[in-house]
């Protein structure tokens, strides 16, 4: 019995033919172009004078062309604070990059050219808000500053 199992065995494994013809397979996949902000901390502490506190916002930059140039900008801002008013000239922005780039309202609305040579690998990018008055020098109350930031890519 054990000899008729063994033969039948031998009989059908060559039976089985092994082919070696290739097959050509692939992957793919279409990245698309992104060109955007995404907001990773959308809160900060404003600071008062003339120097920068360390809270600021985190932004990353989403943009896989390298041979475009990117413009960031200041597309809207709004401030609350009641019934007082701060003139936007009084008003400034540190943006990190690591390159460190100052400047008023009016300066980030016109934004600036941003190579990807200057973003680090996380893409992120800091700003940080300071209104050029003594804090002192404001009425009691909350100050808001609202805003949206923009990146072109062209």
Not at 43 to 69: C, M, T
Not at 106 to 129: F, H, M, P, T
Request: overall charge negative; hydrophobic content about 35%.
């Amino acid at each position: 019995m054990k000899k008729h199992l063994f033969t039948l065995f031998i009989l059908s494994i060559s039976s089985v033919s092994f082919d070696t013809e290739s097959a050509n397979v692939r992957f793919h996949k279409r990245i698309d172009e992104s060109c955007g902000i995404e907001v990773i901390k959308d809160h900060g502490e404003i600071s008062f004078g003339h120097r920068y506190g360390h809270d600021s916002l985190s932004l990353k930059l989403l943009a896989n062309q390298r041979d475009k140039r990117l413009v960031f900008r200041l597309s809207y801002i709004n401030v609350e604070m009641g019934a007082e008013t701060i003139s936007h000239d009084k008003i400034h922005f540190k943006v990190e990059t690591p390159d460190r780039f100052v400047g008023n309202v009016d300066y980030w609305r016109q934004g600036i050219e941003i190579n990807q040579e200057q973003l680090d690998s996380s893409k992120q990018i800091r700003i940080s808000a300071r209104v050029d008055l003594n804090e002192y020098q404001m009425p009691a109350g909350e100050v808001t500053l609202n805003m949206e930031w923009h990146l072109d890519c062209y």
